[in-house]
C-alpha cells in the first residue's frame, strides 16, 4: 500500500518546521536539522531507505531536497526509477516515474542552479563578513569545547592519551592536537 511521505529540512536546529507541509495528511514525515549542501542526513537516507514503489514523496520546496544541483538531480533520477513520486509544492512541481516532461526537467536543473548559486553568494557573504570582524578584533572564533589545561595538567601527571580522552569525553585525536600544541609552542 503506497504511503505519502513528507520530508522537511531545515538549516538548523533552532528552525520552526511546521509551516513547511502544514495541512498536508501524511503517513509518515522525515525532518533533518542540518545543511542540504550534500546527501549525507540522516533522515533523508532512513526515507531513502524505507520508499516503495507507489509512494508519494511531499516536500515544500526544492531547496528543502538539496542545495547542490548533481544531488538534487540524483534524488529526482532515483526517486523516479524506484516508482516513487515527488512533488514540491512551491514551484507546482511533480515527477513520476512514468512522466518524461523536458521543460520540467530543464526548470528543475535551472531553479537548482539557482539555490546552490544562492548557498555559495551566503557562504561568500559570511566569510566576507568574518574577515571584516576580524579585522576589527570582533570575531574570536567558536568557544573552544575542550579544557586545554586540564588536557595539559592530565598528559603532565602521566596519564595516556586514551585516558584522557575517556575521562573529558573527547576523542584521542584531540588530546594528541594538545599535546602536539604544547610540544610546538
Known sequence: MSQNIGYIRVSTV????????EGLTLDKVYTDKCSGKDKNRPQLTIMLEHLRAGDIVHVHDISRMARNVGDLLELVESLKAKGVTLKFYK????FTADANDAMQDLMLTML????????SMMLERQR?????????GKYKGRPQSVDRER?????????????IATQLNISPSTVQAVKKERATS
Open 151 to 163: 588536557v595539559s595538567q592530565l598528559l603532565d601527571e602521566g596519564v595516556s592519551i586514551r585516558k
Open 14 to 21: 533552532d528552525q520552526n518546521t511546521a509551516r513547511q507541509l
Open 112 to 119: 537548482g542552479g539557482i539555490y546552490q548559486f544562492e548557498r
Open 91 to 94: 514551484e507546482n512541481m511533480t
Open 128 to 136: 566576507e563578513g568574518i574577515a571584516i570582524a576580524k579585522k576589527e
